[in-house]
C-alpha cells in the first residue's frame, strides 16, 4: 500500500492533500455564484414601494451577473407569506427576501409558527430608508395634522370613527400609524388590505377617510392633485415630497420613525455569497444612474452592509414589541 501511493505523480499528491484538508464551511461555498436564476420574494403587491424597488434592483442585477432576476409578489398575513417561504427556503442565496421594517414587529404578534428576524434569516444589505406617508383625498377638510388629531377626536366622540387604510395589518405602515395614534393619544378605525394599490383605490373613491403608506408609490398620486399628503413620519422631510411636514414639525417629534428596506437571505447561506450579494446590491442603489431616481420615487438610498441592517432589526424588534403591546395589535 505504502509503495502504490509513493508512486503517484506529484500533482495526485497535492490534490488529495487539498481535498483532504478542506473544511465543511469551505466545501459547502459554491465557486461560482450566480450559476442560474435569483428570485426575489417581497411581501408587497404588484405596484407598491416594495415592488417598484424589487424590479429596478432585478433589472441592474440581470445586467451584472447575467442571470434572471424574478419578483416574487407575496402579500397578506402581516408578511407571514412571504416570510416564512425564504425562511424554509434552501440557504444558497437564490431565494432572497425584499422586506421592510415590518418583518421586526414579527416575533410579538403571537403567531404560531412566526419567523423571527435575528435568527431565521441572515441580514444582507440595508438598501435605502424611506418615510410613511398619511394621506387624504385632495378634496377633503382635513390639510394638517392638528386637523386630523381634531377630527380623529370629534368623529370617535360622535361614534362615527375616522377610517384609515394601510398595505396590510402589522406592515410597517400601519405600525407606523399606529405609533403615532398612540403618542397623539387618538384612535381612528384601521382598514387593511392586501398591499397598497388596493388602499390607494379605496381612498381615491372614497371608501376610506385616510391612509398611512410607504411613500413611493403614492408620490405621483400626490404631485398629481389627487391626494393631499398630511405629513410624513420621518424627523425630516422627504425630498421627494418637500412641501410635506414631518410630523416632528407639525408637533409630535414623539412619533417620528424611518422604515427601512433590506434584502435577507435564509440562515445558514455561506459568508461568501452573502458578501457578494451585499456588495452589489450597494454598489446599485449608490449609482449615479439609479440613486437620483430612487430619491425621486422617496427613497432614500442608503446601501450599509449586513451588519448595519442586523443592528437596525434588533432595535426596531424591540419599539415594535411595545406599540404592538400598547395598540394591542393582533392579526386575525
Known sequence: MTRIFLRLPAVALVAFAVFFSSTPSQAAEPAIFPERPIRIILNGAPGGGLDILSRQLGERLQQAWGQAVITDNRPGAGGNIAFGAVAKAAPDGYTLLLTTDGISAAPSLGIKGAVNPLTDFEAVSLL???????????????????????????????????????????????????????????????????????????????????????????????????????????????????????????????ATVVNWLGILAPKGTPRAVIDKLSTELNRIVLHPALRPTLIQQGFMPDGRDAAVLERQIRNNVKLWANVIEQARIRLD
Open 128 to 254: 435605502a430608508l424611506t418615510t410613511d406617508v398619511l394621506l387624504v383625498r385632495a378634496d377633503s377638510p382635513i390639510k394638517t395634522l392638528a386637523d386630523f388629531k381634531r377630527t380623529a377626536i370629534e368623529r370617535a366622540a360622535a361614534g362615527k370613527p375616522l377610517t384609515a387604510g394601510s398595505p396590510g395589518p402589522a406592515t410597517s405602515s400601519h405600525l407606523s400609524g399606529a405609533l403615532y395614534g398612540l403618542r397623539a393619544g387618538i384612535d381612528w378605525t384601521h382598514v387593511p388590505y392586501k398591499g397598497g394599490p388596493p388602499a390607494i383605490n379605496d381612498l381615491l373613491s372614497g371608501q376610506t377617510d385616510a391612509l398611512w403608506i410607504l411613500a413611493a408609490p403614492v408620490v405621483p398620486h400626490v404631485k398629481s392633485g389627487r391626494l393631499r399628503a398630511i405629513a410624513v413620519t420621518s424627523e425630516a422631510r422627504n425630498a421627494a415630497l418637500p412641501d410635506v411636514p414631518s410630523v416632528a414639525e407639525a408637533g409630535q417629534p414623539d
